[in-house]
């Protein structure tokens, strides 16, 4: 009897691993297979809508291509309102897609990529930022229905900029500002709920006469509370900033906008009468 259901348990067993690989091979050589079945350009045409219903605003896609990997899309821009300017242009930009996500029936997002994007960011003479409208308008944006068969989830496991540029023009100050090769790292980005990021920079600026070197490197943790801004706070629980050598580390914590309320335990290097030079000409 003992011999009888040993053996019963090992056919048993030789069937649920023959049923495991089938279904992997099924699923595997499905999703291989995908670029086959899925028109690119109709790909194309469903996330260029999707993207201007989110952000209201002009989007144009160069060429979609469907890989094994993921989707992977070319010469995008994100224009003005108006079609006036670029607000956001890179030369490629890497999604990812989770399997058991289309076992579900449904497009979710394991992994965004975007490399070198440039960043445009304007405030006007009336004080209004080009991109304050984005926040607002996604947060309230009703459901449209999209000509795609599956749920599509826009959200992020892990979200990657990698050497961008921001360009800041404050017409309402008369200053500009460039920053140059920075990298942002952000993990299970959730508008509701706390996420992980990591940011670095490296860049030269210029205080009028001055060029200064500014080096860049911070962990933390964000909270947008549904943008509920008095409940939202950035904190820094590792930074570090270098300003032409001199070095300033430590944590910092921004809580409660638009009056923010700021903690901050940082370590400064000693500053002599000649460091003090330095900083205050």
Same mark, same amino acid.
């Given at each position: 009897?003992?011999?009888?259901?040993?053996? $019963?348990?090992?056919?048993?067993?030789?069937?649920?691993?023959?049923?495991?690989?089938?279904?992997?091979?099924?699923?595997?050589?499905?999703?291989?297979?995908?670029?086959?079945?899925?028109?690119?350009?109709?790909?194309?045409?469903?996330?260029?809508?999707?993207?201007?219903?989110?952000?209201? %605003?002009?989007?144009?896609?160069?060429?979609?291509?469907?890989?094994?990997?993921?989707?992977?899309?070319?010469?995008?821009?994100?224009?003005?309102?108006?079609?006036?300017?670029?607000?956001?242009?890179?030369?490629?930009?890497?999604?990812?897609?989770?399997?058991?996500?289309?076992?579900?029936?449904?497009?979710?997002?394991?992994?965004?990529?975007?490399?070198?994007? %440039?960043?445009?960011?304007?405030?006007?003479?009336?004080?209004?930022?080009?991109?304050?409208?984005?926040?607002?308008?996604?947060?309230?944006?009703?459901?449209?229905?999209?000509?795609?068969?599956?749920? $599509?989830?826009?959200?992020?496991?892990?979200?990657?900029?990698?050497?961008?540029?921001?360009?800041?023009?404050?017409?309402?100050?008369?200053?500009?500002?460039?920053?140059?090769?920075?990298?942002?790292?952000?993990?299970?980005?959730?508008?509701?709920?706390?996420?992980?990021?990591?940011?670095?920079?490296?860049? $030269?600026?210029?205080?009028?006469? %001055?060029?200064?070197?500014?080096?860049?490197?911070?962990?933390?943790?964000?909270?947008?509370?549904?943008?509920?801004?008095?409940?939202?706070?950035?904190?820094?629980?590792?930074?570090?900033?270098?300003?032409?050598? %001199?070095?300033?580390?430590?944590?910092?914590?921004?809580?409660?906008?638009?009056?923010?309320?700021?903690?901050?335990?940082?370590?400064?290097?000693?500053?002599?009468?000649?460091?003090?030079?330095?900083?205050?000409?």
């Amino acid at each position: 009897n003992l011999r009888f259901f040993l053996r $019963v348990l090992g056919l048993l067993a030789r069937g649920f691993a023959v049923v495991f690989i089938l279904l992997v091979s099924i699923v595997g050589a499905s999703y291989w297979a995908l670029p086959r079945f899925i028109d690119g350009e109709r790909v194309k045409a469903i996330l260029t809508l999707r993207l201007e219903q989110a952000l209201h %605003r002009p989007v144009r896609i160069q060429s979609v291509i469907l890989t094994p990997h993921g989707v992977k899309l070319t010469g995008f821009k994100v224009l003005a309102p108006d079609g006036s300017a670029t607000s956001l242009e890179g030369e490629f930009a890497l999604v990812t897609i989770k399997l058991r996500g289309l076992l579900r029936r449904r497009v979710e997002v394991a992994t965004f990529r975007l490399a070198s994007p %440039r960043i445009l960011i304007v405030r006007d003479e009336d004080g209004r930022w080009s991109f304050s409208d984005i926040f607002t308008s996604t947060a309230t944006m009703p459901a449209q229905p999209l000509p795609f068969a599956l749920p $599509v989830s826009l959200a992020a496991d892990f979200t990657s900029i990698e050497n961008g540029r921001l360009e800041i023009d404050d017409r309402k100050t008369g200053t500009q500002y460039l920053i140059e090769k920075f990298n942002l790292e952000v993990n299970y980005f959730d508008v509701d709920l706390p996420f992980s990021f990591a940011l670095s920079l490296d860049n $030269v600026n210029k205080f009028g006469a %001055r060029q200064v070197n500014t080096s860049l490197a911070v962990d933390g943790q964000a909270n947008l509370a549904g943008f509920d801004w008095s409940r939202s706070y950035l904190h820094v629980t590792q930074g570090r900033l270098a300003l032409d050598g %001199r070095e300033i580390s430590g944590r910092v914590k921004v809580s409660g906008l638009p009056l923010p309320s700021i903690e901050a335990d940082l370590r400064l290097p000693a500053l002599g009468p000649a460091d003090w030079g330095w900083w205050l000409p």
